[in-house]
C-alpha cells in the first residue's frame, strides 16, 4: 500500500519522535529551513486545519507565535496577565501608569511623542527574525546611535570626551609598543620586514612621533577647536598611562561596541520599542484577551486546560504554546512531569533598571546627537535620545543600569525613587554642567520590582553561551501538547531576537506534534 505523506510522518514520529519528524517535514518541504540565513520563517498554509491552541504571554515570543499560527489557519487564543502586549518591551508615555511591587505608583508627565523605552532599546542589525517582523510590517525604523565619541565618562570624579579616552588609549598603548620594538625587546616575536612594517604601522594607527611618543593631533579633541583665518586649533594634551588606567570600570566602555550585538549601526523602531510587538498584535488583535493572567497548567485528554483569571475561567485547547518567564512560571500550579518542575524551579533573573527624564536637548547644542554616556556611579549610563534632533525637547536616559561597570544594580534598586533621581542628576550636572535644574519629569523603573516580569532575563549557570547541559535540555522539552519558548529557551539572551526564535523554534516542534 502506498504511504501517504501524513502515514509516512506517524510512523516517523513513532519510531524517531517530534525531532524526527521536524527533521522529515523540513526534508519534505514542509517547513523553512531554519533561520540560520535570513529568509523569512513561515509555517505551511492550512496547516493548523482550525485546531486549537492555547498561548501563554503577549511578549515578543506569545506575538510572533500567534502572527505565525494565524497565518497557518490554526485556531488561537493568547493570554495575557498585563493591560498590556509587548512584556519585557515597555515604551512608557505621558499618562501611563507605571507599577511597582512595594513602591509608589507613578504616572508619566512626558509631552505628546516624548517616550521612554524602559525595557529593549536596540536592535542589533544582525537581528534579523525581528528586524524581519519590522520590515514585513512596515513599522519604520530610524539609527540607534549606541556609541558616540562626542559622549561623556565620568570616572574617579573626572570627566573625559569618549574621543579622548579611546584615542589616548590606542596612542598610549601603540607608544609602548613601538618603543619596545625600538629597544629591540620584540626581536624574538618580529622579524625583518614584519618590524619595520608594524612599527610603521604604529606610528600613523597611534598619532606617534619619530621617537614613539603619544603626540596627539586632533583624534582625541582640542584644547582650542580650530576656527577661521589664524585659529589653527590646539590639540587637548594626552591622558597619562596612569590616569587612564585608574579605573578599572572604564575597560567595558572601550570595547562596548565591538560586542557582536552592540555593533554599529544598530536600529530602533520609530516612536518607540513596542511598535515592533504592536504591529505583530494588530494581526492578531481579536485573538489576545488581555487582564487574564493564568493560574493553572493542566493536561486534559490529549490537550490541555488552561485555568486563568480574570474570574478563574477555564480554557481547554488541542496544543500550547507557553512563553512565560521561568521566574514567574515556577510559581503556576501545573501539572509537568518532576523533571520539568524541578528544571523551572530556583533560577534567578536579573534585576535592571532605568531613570527617564524630559529636558530641552541642552546636549545636542555640545553636539552630542545620540549615544551612551558612561559613570562609575549607581546609575552606570546615560542614553541621549537618537531621534528628533534639534526639536525643543527629548527624553535623556539618566541611568541604565545593567551591571557591566559595577555591582551597582542592588544598590540602585533598594533606592527611593527620589534617590535614583539625585544621583543621576549628580552625574549629568557633573558632565553637563548647570544643567542638571532642566531635568523634569523624572520616572524610574527597576525590572526587578516589575509585575509580570520581575527581572530581565536568567542569570545561571545553566544559561552559559557554550553548550548548555541537562536542565536547559529539559526545558525545551514539550510537555505532551505544551511547548515551550521564551527569550530564555535561546542562545540570544535578553534580546528580542532571542524571543522571537525560541518562538520559531516552538512552532516546528508544533507541527512536528500536529503532523503526527
Ligand atoms: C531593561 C531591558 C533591556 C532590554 N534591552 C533590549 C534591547 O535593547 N534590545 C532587545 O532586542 N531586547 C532587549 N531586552 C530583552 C527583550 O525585551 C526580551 O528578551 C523580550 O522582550 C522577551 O520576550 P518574551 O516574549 O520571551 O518574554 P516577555 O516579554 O516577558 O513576555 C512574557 C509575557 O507573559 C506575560 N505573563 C507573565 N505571567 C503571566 C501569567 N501568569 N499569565 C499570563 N501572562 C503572563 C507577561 O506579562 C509578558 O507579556 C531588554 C529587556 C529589558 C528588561
Request: one cysteine or more.
Amino acid at each position: 500500500m502506498a504511504l501517504t505523506r501524513r502515514g509516512f510522518l506517524e510512523r516517523l514520529g513513532a519510531v524517531g519522535g517530534y525531532g524526527a519528524v521536524y527533521l522529515g517535514m523540513e526534508a519534505m518541504g514542509l517547513l523553512n529551513a531554519p533561520p540560520a540565513s535570513a529568509e523569512p520563517f513561515e509555517l505551511p498554509r492550512g496547516a493548523g486545519r482550525g485546531r486549537k491552541v492555547v498561548i501563554l504571554g503577549a511578549g515578543i515570543s506569545g506575538l510572533v507565535a500567534a502572527y505565525e499560527l494565524k497565518r497557518a489557519g490554526w485556531d488561537v487564543t493568547v493570554l495575557e496577565a498585563r493591560d498590556r502586549v509587548a512584556g519585557r518591551v515597555w515604551t512608557i508615555r505621558g499618562g501611563d501608569r507605571i507599577v511597582q511591587n512595594g513602591r509608589p505608583d507613578q504616572v508619566c508627565g512626558f509631552a505628546e511623542g516624548h517616550y521612554l523605552n524602559a525595557g529593549a532599546a536596540r536592535l542589533p542589525s544582525q537581528h534579523h527574525a525581528i528586524l524581519g517582523y519590522a520590515r514585513r510590517l512596515n513599522v519604520p525604523l530610524e539609527v540607534m546611535v549606541n556609541s558616540n565619541r562626542s559622549a561623556k565618562w565620568d570616572f574617579g570624579g573626572r570627566v573625559h570626551h569618549d574621543r579622548q579616552m579611546v584615542n589616548d588609549v590606542r596612542g598610549q598603548i601603540s607608544s609602548l609598543l613601538a618603543k619596545a620594538i625600538d629597544r629591540g625587546a620584540l626581536d624574538q616575536e618580529l622579524r625583518g620586514g614584519d618590524k619595520t612594517a608594524m612599527r610603521e604601522f604604529l606610528g600613523f594607527y597611534g598619532e606617534l612621533a619619530r621617537n614613539g611618543d603619544y603626540v596627539p593631533q586632533g583624534r582625541s579633541g582640542y584644547a582650542e577647536d580650530p576656527g577661521g583665518y589664524t585659529q589653527t586649533g590646539r590639540a587637548l594634551p594626552p591622558l597619562t598611562m596612569a590616569e587612564l588606567m585608574a579605573n578599572r570600570g572604564a575597560g567595558l566602555p572601550l570595547v562596548f561596541e565591538e560586542f557582536f550585538d552592540q555593533q554599529t549601526p544598530m536600529m530602533q523602531p520609530v516612536g518607540g520599542m513596542d511598535r515592533i510587538a504592536h504591529a505583530l498584535y494588530e494581526q492578531v488583535r481579536p485573538s489576545v484577551r488581555l487582564n487574564s493572567p493564568v493560574t493553572a497548567i493542566r493536561r486534559r485528554g490529549n490537550g490541555v486546560r488552561i485555568e486563568h483569571g480574570p474570574g478563574n475561567q477555564a480554557l481547554e485547547a488541542d496544543h500550547c504554546i507557553c512563553t512565560l518567564p521561568l521566574n514567574l512560571l515556577q510559581r503556576i500550579p501545573n501539572d509537568f512531569s518532576p523533571a520539568k518542575q524541578a528544571a523551572i524551579r530556583d533560577i534567578p533573573y536579573l534585576a535592571s533598571l532605568k531613570v527617564g527624564f524630559e529636558a530641552p536637548r541642552f546636549w545636542e547644542e555640545e553636539g552630542i546627537y545620540g549615544g551612551l554616556g558612561w559613570t562609575d556611579q549607581p546609575n552606570e549610563n546615560l542614553i541621549y535620545p537618537s531621534g528628533g534632533w534639534n526639536s525643543p525637547r527629548g527624553v535623556l536616559v539618566g541611568a541604565y543600569v545593567a551591571g557591566w561597570t559595577g555591582d551597582h544594580i542592588e544598590q540602585f534598586q533598594a533606592m527611593s525613587h527620589e534617590q535614583r533621581f539625585q544621583v543621576c542628576r549628580d552625574v549629568i550636572e557633573r558632565m553637563h554642567p548647570g544643567k542638571s535644574r532642566l531635568l523634569a519629569n523624572p520616572i524610574t523603573v527597576a525590572w526587578g520590582l516589575t509585575p509580570w516580569s520581575e527581572g530581565v532575563g536568567p542569570v545561571h549557570a545553566d544559561f552559559g553561551q557554550e553548550a548548555r547541559g541537562a536542565r536547559y535540555a529539559e526545558l525545551m522539552k514539550p510537555e505532551g501538547p505544551i511547548v515551550f519558548a521564551g527569550e530564555h529557551l535561546s542562545y540570544v539572551l535578553y534580546w528580542q531576537e532571542g524571543a522571537a526564535l525560541s518562538a520559531h523554534a516552538a512552532l516546528r516542534v508544533l507541527m512536528s506534534q500536529a503532523a503526527a
